[in-house]
């Protein structure tokens, strides 16, 4: 017989069990030299979650800088996001999220962009950025960058008029000049 039964049961402790995630990023472009104006290229975002754990509530923020244009829906490959981007022919802000992101999966975000027509020649840095509400074990792979430099074109034509086209020495002859882009 146990003489003291009221020490036979514990009330249970609860433990906090919080899974932990690695995410990160490399942002690709599919070429270094974009002309303004001219035919569009992709940024390439391989987005992976090392684990061990799931991550939830991913989101990854890719903000068009100025000069650069979105032209085409947003394709993912992989078990896919949910993506929005901004108007066609416009800059802003390209999102897209996924609820639960596992341990070893990858995903690739491909974005169709454009150099503006007008854009200032020069380097152009566009960074993309990925989170989680899951708490994370390394976030210096959070982001990517790639650079694309824009070069501008020009097509100049030039017309040269005369009036009268026939003069007399010493009469008054006009030329027009045209030059356009």
Do not use: H, W
Not at 48 to 58: I, L, Y
Request: glycine share 8%; aromatic share 2%.
């Amino acid at each position: 017989p146990d003489p003291n039964t009221a020490n036979n049961t514990q009330n249970p402790t609860s433990t906090l069990v919080t899974g932990n995630v690695d995410l990160s990023i490399v942002k690709t472009r599919s070429q270094a030299i974009v002309v303004a104006g001219g035919p569009a290229f992709t940024y390439t975002l391989t987005v992976n979650n090392s684990g061990p754990s799931d991550a939830q509530n991913v989101v990854v923020n890719d903000p068009l800088p100025v000069g650069i244009l979105f032209v085409s829906g947003i394709q993912t490959t992989g078990t896919g996001f949910t993506c929005v981007g901004p108007g066609v022919n416009q800059n802003g802000m390209v999102t897209c999220t996924k609820g639960v992101m596992a341990p070893g999966e990858t995903a690739v975000i491909t974005i169709t962009a454009r150099a503006a027509e007008g854009a200032n020649p020069g380097s152009v840095t566009n960074t993309a950025a990925v989170t989680s509400s899951s708490p994370e074990s390394d976030t210096t792979n959070n982001s990517s960058s790639a650079d694309v430099t824009i070069q501008t074109s020009a097509e100049l034509v030039m017309t040269k008029l005369d009036n009268p086209d026939a003069v007399t020495a010493g009469d008054l002859l006009t030329y027009t000049i045209a030059v356009t882009n």
